[in-house]
Nanobody, 124 residues
Framework: QVQLVESGGGLVQTGGSLRLSCVAS????????MGWFRQAPGKEREFAAR????????YYADSVKGRFTISRDNAKNTVYLQMNSLKPEDTAVYYC?????????????????WGQGTQVTVSS
């Protein structure tokens, strides 16, 4: 089992920044990659970013590319999502997820463990 706990959400104005954190515990050695997803009210959960076990490979959705940066500190079992130049359309609950599979994916159902989510609200 893997447990994930997100933090760092909040209310920010358009153009502002937030940094989300996700701490993993349990069988963390089984995690191949970590991802961040988000879900706005009335919408499906969508992929935002993912990072490999080593941190050497990252991948972003077009909607966040150039504004968001995913990183990790393996000594702390923590993954971060630095969000800059935030827009009202970034408002959502943000979830971190752990992928134990061999093939990278942007699909939520390919991820094995999920955190409880943290709310990000961007005011106009």
């Amino acid at each position: 089992q893997v447990q994930l706990v997100e933090s760092g959400g909040g209310l920010v104005q358009t153009g502002g920044s937030l940094r989300l954190s996700c701490v993993a515990s349990g069988r963390t050695f089984s995690i191949v990659r970590m991802g961040w997803f988000r879900q706005a009210p009335g919408k499906e959960r969508e992929f935002a970013a993912r990072i490999s076990r080593s941190g050497g490979t990252t991948y972003y959705a077009d909607s966040v590319k150039g504004r968001f940066t995913i990183s990790r500190d393996n000594a702390k079992n923590t993954v971060y999502l630095q969000m800059n130049s935030l827009k009202p359309e970034d408002t959502a609950v943000y979830y971190c997820a752990a992928d134990l599979g061999a093939v990278p994916s942007t699909t939520p159902d390919r991820y094995d463990y999920w955190g409880q989510g943290t709310q990000v609200t961007v005011s106009s």
